[in-house]
């Protein structure tokens, strides 16, 4: 028997809201329905978002807050990638507390970058042999890992947390972190090690904002610091206040400043007493990510995390941006005549992922009703044809190709047979009709009780 997932305390409560969010789509009922993309991860809670623009992909690196948890849980980051901003696939853990030796407790936000062929990632984690936080640095050759551990030890460990990097145009690279104060220091070309002395960036109101009645802490500067340059221009965004948090950032001529306040970006909303900032430019157009409590079970210690489009002013300054349930505009469309693993998801109901035996992942715990939406997917003159890779220890199910909703036009369906085990992979195909032109497409699994089957990957064929 296939036992409960970590995340199956929640997965009812999930579904329910997925069913709402439809159902409220339903009765709004413009000519095309809306549905939300936002947060856009529903399988499990996920928190600090750090995107990556890489090889025409966006690359989203994670923190995982654990289900129920009332006290920054965290014990992994996570993975997804997307090439059009709606549809995102999940790769994962590939990195974790167990990574690193040195560390006990609280894999928190981090960053990733690509440089010299490698992925460096900063993560920071309470030392043992301390019990103070420090920032490691974990490398890979892949922007999906696997990661490992670069040092051994700590690459730096002053008790402070929360580290952004970013390579100016003449190549040096910089790390910055810290919470209550901020700090850099000037990386060294290999990226794991550095020149000087960690320095610390003076919190001046001018250059960081007023905190009202606090005369500890006078600046807005709380953590998350996010920093990159744009058109010449030095960006420091920055989760301030405290709490509940909202979204500032400043402006300065160079790399360590001196730093201007500009204002808020994101006000405080969202059902989460922290925020944390990335921001990225792809594909032509700029977007915000974030983190609130959006899912059931939501809140302050059960994030998720959000995107947002949005267009800076004439002048480089930010605009204000508020959360939206709708999210970002997809980039293009999929192609639904190229494998697709099933662990691409726009949107999902009752779903999770796991490790597949054939290698990267599967979606199982699948029960009757369950579905997955991918979205814009270019089937042109139409589909003939539809196969996945599936797997069951049970009897196997249906699994129904449905349009532009999870009760939409059907236009085709699989039958799943029982393999003999969850990881036992077989391929199913089947007719389908009326795809043609560009579409939602929604899998629908339905069958008797319990698990039906898990599916690792489809393809449509013409």
């Known amino acids: 028997m296939k036992v409960a997932s970590p995340s199956s305390a929640i997965r009812k409560s999930r579904r329910g809201f997925a069913l709402l969010t439809g159902l409220l789509c339903a009765l709004a009922l413009l000519p095309a329905v809306a549905r939300a993309d936002n947060p856009i991860v529903q399988t499990i809670y996920t928190a600090d978002p750090a995107p990556l623009v890489h090889d025409g992909r966006v ?22 990638s997307s090439a059009d901003m709606v549809n995102w696939t999940d790769h994962g853990s590939p990195l974790n507390l167990a990574s690193f030796g040195w560390a006990s407790a609280n ?17 920071p984690m309470t030392v043992r042999a301390t019990g103070a936080m420090g920032i490691g640095v974990a490398v890979s050759t892949s922007p999906t890992g696997p990661f490992s551990d670069a040092l051994g030890h700590p690459l730096v460990a002053n008790g402070e947390f929360d580290p952004t990097v970013f390579v100016d145009d003449d190549g040096q690279a910089y790390l910055y972190w810290g919470n209550p104060h901020l700090w850099y220091v000037k990386l060294n070309p290999d990226m794991i090690s550095y020149s000087g002395s960690p320095t610390q960036i003076p ?21 998350g610091p996010w920093v990159y340059k744009r058109n010449g221009l030095y960006y420091n965004v920055f989760a301030a ?8 950032y400043s402006t300065a001529p160079g790399p360590t400043g001196p730093w201007t306040y500009r204002g808020t970006i994101m006000p405080t909303q969202g059902s989460s007493f922290t925020n944390h900032p990335g921001v990225i430019d792809f594909n032509g157009n700029s977007y915000f990510f974030y983190h609130n409590g959006a899912l059931p079970g939501g809140g302050g210690y059960t994030r998720s995390v959000a995107v947002e489009k949005f267009s800076y002013r004439a002048d480089g300054t930010f605009p ?13 469309t999929l192609n639904p005549y190229t494998r697709q693993e099933a662990e691409t998801i726009a949107w999902e109901s009752g779903v999770e992922t ?50 532009d909703d999870a009760a939409g036009t059907l236009a085709g369906t699989c039958t799943v047979p029982g393999t003999g085990g969850w990881q036992t992979w077989t391929s199913v195909s089947c007719p389908v009709t009326g795809t043609a032109g560009t579409h939602d497409v929604y899998f629908r699994f339905t069958g008797g009780g319990g698990y039906l089957f898990n599916v690792n990957w489809w393809q449509f064929a013409a």
Request: aromatic letters at 14%; a neutral charge.
């Open 107 to 123: 894999a928190w936000a981090g960053q990733a970058i690509y440089r010299n062929g490698k992925f460096y990632w900063y993560v």
């Open 59 to 80: 690359y989203l690196y994670t923190g995982h807050d654990e289900d129920g948890s009332t006290n920054y849980t965290m014990k992994e980051w996570r993975v997804w």
């Open 203 to 223: 919190l001046t109101t001018a250059g960081f904002g007023t905190r009202p009645g606090n005369t500890s802490r006078p600046t807005l500067f709380e953590e």
């Open 320 to 332: 204000t941006i508020t959360m939206t349930t709708t999210g970002a505009p997809q980039v293009g």
């Open 241 to 248: 206040s405290c709490c509940p948090e909202f979204i500032a």
């Open 354 to 403: 796991e490790p597949s035996g054939e290698g990267g992942r599967d979606v199982g715990w699948l029960e009757n009703g369950d579905w997955i939406k991918v979205k814009g997917a270019a089937f042109g003159a139409g589909a003939k044809t539809f196969t996945a890779r599936v797997a069951s220890a049970t009897s196997g199910g249906r699994l129904e190709i449905r349009l």
